[in-house]
């Protein structure tokens, strides 16, 4: 407008008389200022300022000058403009400012009342936002009096727009899930603003319970791996790899509390079912300051409340397991979730088998069979009270008896024999976590925890090498963990939400063994031991995230704690940044942050007496420092496309301290072994570094029925031990130079079918050089070894595998069900999984491949009432 005019830092207006909403809106593009207004309040008024400087404040009074409306600044360049007091409360206190105060409630799920953590609520006019709290509650704080047009969205959900008003009574957003595909609509996604929080991956359950996953049926730590940079340890069973890291190096949490060993079937299956969680979140390396006790990973799990609406049942069998989940209101306040699984293979093949020659008869057994629990109760009082009462158990159970020849004669292997092997093991988790939430008022929420958690495994074994001689052994190891912590969620302004907490935990660790071993009728030697050790840490946080503008979001954070075991204090400082290059297309993010890790898990490398369970944690103490590493990423997500996702991220972590065997190759042939002291477990590891450093990338595509998923990882992970005269670092036991995950989708209103394929570099291995004998003269033959001067020198075949996915939904008798059919390694290639050596023969050193799986049909039926 020709009223209106900007020369450098100076605005001039001439005083011509103009339409209030047209000033306005040329004013905002001139001098790039954000002004948010109804528009109800700026129509029919004009304006005939006449201003002539450099203030933005006394610009806008100006065009104001004639109305009954002022400027309120928000943050920089940002205002909204409200009603001025009444005329009565203007004389008697003509200073007094627009009164300030928050749009504030809870974002739920429309069909079964579970509240929404990580729900984003968001301010188009304003570009700014906050995310929702473990009870699902938002508050957009220190807002002048207006109403505000309000977005909320959360990942599986379709989006929702409504008018909220300052300060008016908490409210309840209800969102609806995103429903499934069918043949006749197809439903395109909306664009949306990227509130990505930098440092964390929220995943969605109901997208993962469609990816491929061994043995065919809902997983999450399988379906994790679709994630950039996440992987299992081994081909199908093993620890989660996270950016290079260690198994031992990632914290899993339930419902607040921790889970120690977070497998079945020795680590085939996670302990974790996809359909129980209401909320999953991981944070790969960058963590907040309210986490920590880890290097690598943390995987922070909510346990669904149970539908506040109508009962529901998910009963399924699958290859491996049965399981069932009921969801259930008791009254409009109280609700519950349950849920089963076992195993039955025993069940179907039995765990006695007979076996018989010449007229002898034994008995093999093979029994195995693993089963979890999980259960919540949840209450509500109105809105500012909510408490919730959470169960986890879960246990393995072998029972194993091999009636066999040690010699291991293929031809003779398995027959009636005074020679044989029994093993009875077990292992499992138990927690029991309650936590009451209270919104004290609008601004200020408080959530406290209490939670008991244990893991204990159990181990009796039986040798009989020879009729005269017998090895018999009972071992147990024992952690538990009682915690209480305290978070608290204060909303002070528009632009800061706070979070601080307190956490204390007392830690109990357990072992014993007892074993008899009988070498002859008259020589017997007894070991019998026990060990406790118990630690006490206690931890304080604070952290903030700061919006100073509506493109930046910047969360500072400080984590100290403190740890008995040698009494060490650390501080963790934290700090993650993100930049809305365009809020609705590219986010750029960033962070770095220090991690302490107070407990060790170690494995003895030299006993027979103990293989399964003798894995222990081990606290930090004296002669023990605590592990620590510092983690630099950065990346950028975007949104070119309604249906297409893109990120890039890249990150590089170094730790300290971090304990490595000292023989790589200790053989496990000895039989008393050192017992379970912990100095000489210890002795059996030193002290290194190891340094991880990577790209990643993944794309998603998400149109109509259809879904691609891709996800590439390229990075090294390497550790060196100065203390053995590694001066150079060495490839780790699970570096991947390359990985790449692909899936094709389509779920239609019957059928449903997808095509994945895993390509990656083959694990390294260690290549000899040389082969050496020792012996002695009385000796009849010397024993062979193989010299290995260089760890991890080699590298195996690569390893490719594809999976088809087959399904089909109906319903029968008033219920839906699905049916799945999964085939694993469809091509049926054996992929190399490990090489071996054996340096004993005479003139050349033998090399055995070990093969992972054959073509595998796994299958799945599903029903839900």
């Given at each position: ?96 400012p627009v009164p300030r105060g928050a749009v504030r409630g809870f974002v739920v799920d429309d069909e079964t009342g579970e509240v929404l953590p990580g729900a984003h609520a968001f301010l188009p006019d304003l570009k ?575 149109r109509g029925p259809w879904q691609v998923w891709l996800s590439y990882a390229g990075g090294r992970s390497r550790n060196r031990t100065p203390l053995l005269g590694e001066t150079s670092y060495r490839p780790t036991r ?132």
């Amino acid at each position: 407008m020709p009223w209106l005019t900007a020369q450098a830092q100076s605005i001039h207006m001439d005083g011509r008389e103009v339409e209030l909403k047209d000033a306005l809106v040329a004013f905002s593009t001139e001098h790039s200022v954000d002004l948010v207004y109804a528009e109800r309040l700026v129509a029919g008024h004009t304006t005939t300022c006449r201003y002539n400087g450099p203030s933005i404040e006394e610009a806008l009074a100006c065009l104001l000058a004639d109305t009954d409306l002022r400027a309120e600044r928000v943050r920089r360049r940002q205002y909204v403009l409200a009603p001025l007091p009444r005329r009565a409360e203007q004389s008697e206190r003509p200073s007094r400012p627009v009164p300030r105060g928050a749009v504030r409630g809870f974002v739920v799920d429309d069909e079964t009342g579970e509240v929404l953590p990580g729900a984003h609520a968001f301010l188009p006019d304003l570009k700014l936002g906050t995310t929702t709290n473990e009870a699902g509650y938002f508050a957009l704080a220190s807002l002048p009096w207006q109403t505000y047009h309000v977005r909320f969205s959360y990942l599986g959900y379709q989006p929702r727009d409504t008018l909220l008003t300052v300060d008016a009574e908490t409210v309840e957003i209800r969102l609806t899930p995103a429903s499934l595909l069918t043949d006749e609509v197809v439903v395109e996604a909306r664009r949306k603003e990227l509130m990505a929080v930098p440092g964390v991956a929220n995943v969605v359950a109901q997208q993962l319970e469609q990816l491929p996953a061994f043995p065919g049926e809902p997983d999450l730590f399988q379906a994790l791996q679709w994630l950039p940079g996440v992987r299992k340890a081994g081909e199908v069973n093993g620890g989660l790899i996270v950016r290079g890291g260690e198994p031992d190096q990632n914290l899993y949490l339930l419902d607040g509390a921790p889970v120690y060993h977070p497998w079945h079937a020795f680590s085939l299956i996670s302990t974790f079912q996809t359909e129980t969680f209401k909320d999953i979140k991981l944070y790969q390396g960058s963590f907040p300051a309210e986490h920590g006790g880890r290097l690598s990973a943390v995987l922070d799990a909510e346990m669904k409340d149970g539908t506040r609406t109508e009962e529901h049942l998910v009963a399924a069998i699958g290859a491996a397991s049965a399981r069932f989940i009921v969801e259930s209101p008791i009254n409009d306040n109280v609700s519950f979730m349950l849920s089963g699984r076992r195993s039955y293979i025993d069940k179907l093949i039995g765990t006695s088998h007979p076996v018989e020659e010449d007229g002898r008869r034994d008995t093999l057994r093979t029994g195995y069979f693993f089963y979890d629990m999980s259960a919540k109760l949840t209450a509500r009082s109105g809105y500012r009270h909510r408490f919730s009462l959470s169960y986890y158990g879960g246990r393995d159970e072998l029972d194993l008896r091999l009636p066999f020849d040690l010699s291991l004669d293929i031809e003779e292997w398995l027959r009636p024999a005074d020679l044989f092997f029994e093993i009875d093991q077990g292992w499992g988790n138990q927690l029991v976590s309650a936590r009451y939430q209270y919104l004290y008022s609008r601004r200020l929420f408080v959530t406290v925890t209490a939670y008991g958690c244990g893991y204990t495994g159990e181990e009796a074994t039986l040798i009989r090498p020879t009729t005269a001689s017998s090895v018999a052994s009972a071992y147990a190891v024992q952690l538990q963990d009682l915690g209480a912590k305290m978070d608290i969620d204060y909303y002070p302004a528009l632009e800061h939400q706070m979070r601080a907490g307190v956490q204390v935990v007392h830690r109990d660790f357990r072992s014993a063994v007892d074993a008899r071993i009988q070498r002859s009728p008259g020589a017997v030697e007894e070991l019998a031991q026990t060990s406790r050790l118990q630690a006490f840490e206690a931890v304080a946080y604070v952290q903030d995230a700061w919006q100073p503008t509506s493109r930046w979001l910047i969360q500072p954070g400080l984590r100290a704690s403190f740890f008995s075991g040698g009494t060490y204090f650390q501080l963790s400082p934290r700090l993650n940044v993100r930049y809305a290059v365009d809020p609705e297309r590219l986010v750029l993010r960033g962070g770095v942050g220090r991690q302490v890790q107070y407990l060790h898990r170690l494995r003895d490398r030299f006993s027979l007496l103990y293989d399964l369970v003798s894995s222990r944690w081990i606290p930090t103490s004296d002669t023990v420092e605590p592990s620590s590493s510092v983690q630099v990423a950065a990346g950028a997500e975007s949104y070119p496309l309604p249906w297409l996702t893109l990120a890039l991220d890249g990150y590089w972590r170094t730790s300290k301290r971090v304990l490595l065997p000292v023989d790589e190759f200790q053989s496990k042939d000895g039989l008393e072994g050192p017992g379970i002291d912990v100095g000489t477990l210890l002795g059996q590891y030193t002290p290194g570094a190891a340094r991880a450093y990577g790209v990643e990338a993944s794309a998603r595509v998400e149109r109509g029925p259809w879904q691609v998923w891709l996800s590439y990882a390229g990075g090294r992970s390497r550790n060196r031990t100065p203390l053995l005269g590694e001066t150079s670092y060495r490839p780790t036991r699970y570096d991947v130079p390359r990985a790449l995950r692909g899936a094709v989708s389509r779920n239609g209103r019957r059928w449903s079918f997808s095509i994945s394929n895993e390509w990656r570099s083959g694990f390294p291995y260690t290549v000899p050089v040389a082969r050496y004998a020792l012996g002695d003269p009385l000796d009849d033959e010397a024993t062979r070894y193989l010299y290995r001067p260089r760890i991890n020198n080699g590298r195996l075949p690569p390893y490719l595998r594809f999976d088809i996915v087959m399904g089909h939904r109906f319903r029968l008798f008033g219920a839906r069900f699905r049916t799945q059919l999964h085939l694993y390694n469809v091509t049926n290639r054996r992929n190399v999984v490990d090489r071996l050596f054996d340096p004993q023969e005479e003139e050349v050193v033998s090399v055995r491949d070990r093969h992972g799986l054959p073509l595998l049909p796994l299958f799945e039926l599903r029903m839900e009432i």
